[in-house]
């Protein structure tokens, strides 16, 4: 069992930037893929970014490469996400999840999940 808590999130205005961290406690986190996903109202959850077990492979949906940086530190069983350059689409609810056995899969992959952290992104 692993148990995730994101914190983070919240208001800012276009431009600006913000990190998400995500706690991982339970079994071995080094074992896992870690991924960010993000489901704004009426969309459907998607995978932001991604990254494998060691840190050493890294993935990122068109929209948000260049603006965002996923990051591990498997000594602190944590995982960040590093938003800069932020845009009103980026509004949404973001989650993040493990995965034991692809960095990116299928949404059904992924073991655990987070309960999510808001960030709202103002004109």
């Known amino acids: 069992q692993v148990q995730l808590v994101e914190s983070g999130g919240g208001l800012v205005q276009a431009g600006g930037s913000l990190r998400l961290s995500c706690a991982a406690s339970g079994r071995t986190f080094g074992g896992y893929a870690m991924g960010w996903f993000r489901q704004a109202p009426g969309k459907e959850r998607a995978l932001v970014a991604a990254i494998a077990r060691s840190g050493g492979g890294t993935y990122y949906t068109e929209s948000v490469k260049g603006r965002f940086t996923i990051s591990r530190d498997n000594a602190k069983n944590t995982v960040a996400l590093e938003m800069n350059n932020l845009k009103v689409e980026d509004t949404a609810v973001y989650y993040c999840?493990?995965?034991?056995?692809?960095?990116?899969?299928?949404?059904?992959?992924?073991?655990?999940w987070g309960q999510g952290t808001q960030v709202t992104i103002s004109s």
């Open positions: 999840a493990a995965n034991d056995r692809y960095m990116v899969g299928p949404i059904t992959t992924y073991n655990y």
